[in-house]
């Protein structure tokens, strides 16, 4: 099966796409309910299988809508009415992501906070994008973490030194922070949540190795050094040396 829009995330996943069987009629069925055509990166997703167990997966447990599940939400706070499908909501109900169906193959997805989408924030990518961030930041980063930190603002001293040194990823907004930053080296991975004064840190390699030389490399950035923490003995051992005889 050859993806025109979700090839990546597959890529990332190491996994073979595969048509699911009886997805055309799920799909059709929902176009027909909203009187909408779906977009062709929502129709491609949707057709294949697992596609709401990866998106279940690969997040804190938020469930994914099945597209009979699916809500069109219109609303007319602007010139021209505008037209949001819902597709995931946060655990708690926190919050819920759509896409807009704004007419573009790849829409743009939103993340509401209880006005039924009169002020959305818009997480600045398309679906496919959106769906890829979701696997990264679950796969390379947060199911594999070591070592975190909740720290003060992140500052753009801080930003200018990753994005001398890693390769920068997809910046999306909206939950879980204001500002999802990525940040990719080899196997070494950081993922910044930012929300007000505060930014998460998330570290993540594949080796304790390779983790010892993220640690290295980020140890000065906005006081990391003191507010580094693990919730395992590898990590925290790393910790503890590099607090001991701290890298110059």
Same mark, same amino acid.
């Given at each position: 099966?050859? /993806?025109?829009?979700?090839?990546?995330?597959? #890529?990332?996943?190491?996994?073979?796409? &595969? @048509?699911?069987?009886?997805?055309?009629?799920?799909?059709?069925?929902?176009?027909?309910?909203?009187?909408?055509?779906? %977009? &062709?990166?929502?129709? $491609?997703?949707?057709?294949?299988?697992?596609?709401? *167990?990866?998106?279940?997966?690969?997040?804190?447990?938020?469930?994914?809508?099945? %597209?009979?599940?699916?809500?069109?939400?219109?609303?007319?706070?602007?010139?021209?009415?505008?037209?949001?499908?819902?597709?995931?909501? $946060?655990?708690?109900?926190? =919050?819920?992501?759509?896409?807009?169906?704004?007419?573009?193959?790849?829409?743009?997805?939103?993340? *509401? @906070?209880?006005?039924?989408?009169?002020?959305?924030?818009?997480?600045?990518?398309?679906?496919?994008?959106?769906?890829?961030? =979701?696997?990264?930041?679950? #796969?390379?980063?947060?199911?594999?973490?070591?070592?975190? #930190?909740?720290?003060?603002?992140?500052? $753009? @001293?801080?930003?200018?030194?990753?994005?001398?040194?890693?390769?920068?990823?997809?910046?999306? @907004?909206?939950?879980?922070?204001?500002?999802?930053?990525?940040?990719?080296?080899?196997?070494? =991975?950081? /993922?910044?949540?930012?929300?007000?004064?505060?930014?998460?840190?998330?570290?993540?390699?594949?080796?304790?190795?390779?983790?010892?030389?993220?640690?290295?490399? /980020?140890? !000065?950035?906005?006081?990391?050094?003191?507010?580094?923490?693990?919730?395992? %003995?590898?990590?925290? #051992?790393? /910790?503890?040396?590099?607090?001991?005889? %701290? !890298?110059?």
């Amino acid at each position: 099966m050859i /993806l025109q829009f979700h090839a990546r995330t597959f #890529a990332l996943l190491q996994k073979h796409p &595969a @048509y699911a069987p009886g997805a055309d009629i799920a799909l059709t069925a929902l176009e027909k309910r909203i009187h909408t055509p779906l %977009p &062709a990166a929502l129709w $491609e997703w949707y057709s294949m299988e697992d596609a709401l *167990d990866i998106l279940n997966r690969y997040s804190n447990t938020d469930p994914a809508l099945p %597209p009979s599940q699916m809500r069109l939400i219109t609303t007319h706070d602007t010139p021209r009415p505008r037209h949001f499908l819902t597709f995931r909501h $946060e655990n708690q109900g926190v =919050c819920t992501w759509a896409i807009e169906l704004d007419g573009s193959d790849d829409p743009p997805v939103f993340v *509401d @906070y209880d006005t039924d989408f009169h002020d959305p924030i818009d997480c600045s990518a398309p679906f496919s994008t959106h769906l890829y961030t =979701c696997v990264w930041d679950w #796969a390379k980063v947060v199911h594999r973490c070591f070592i975190q #930190a909740q720290n003060g603002p992140l500052s $753009e @001293y801080a930003l200018t030194f990753l994005r001398s040194r890693f390769t920068a990823g997809p910046i999306t @907004y909206g939950f879980p922070g204001d500002t999802q930053y990525r940040f990719l080296r080899g196997d070494e =991975c950081v /993922l910044v949540w930012t929300r007000g004064e505060l930014a998460d840190w998330h570290l993540a390699t594949d080796t304790i190795t390779t983790l010892a030389t993220l640690i290295r490399t /980020l140890w !000065p950035l906005d006081g990391l050094n003191i507010s580094l923490w693990s919730h395992t %003995p590898v990590g925290q #051992a790393l /910790l503890d040396h590099f607090r001991q005889s %701290p !890298p110059t």
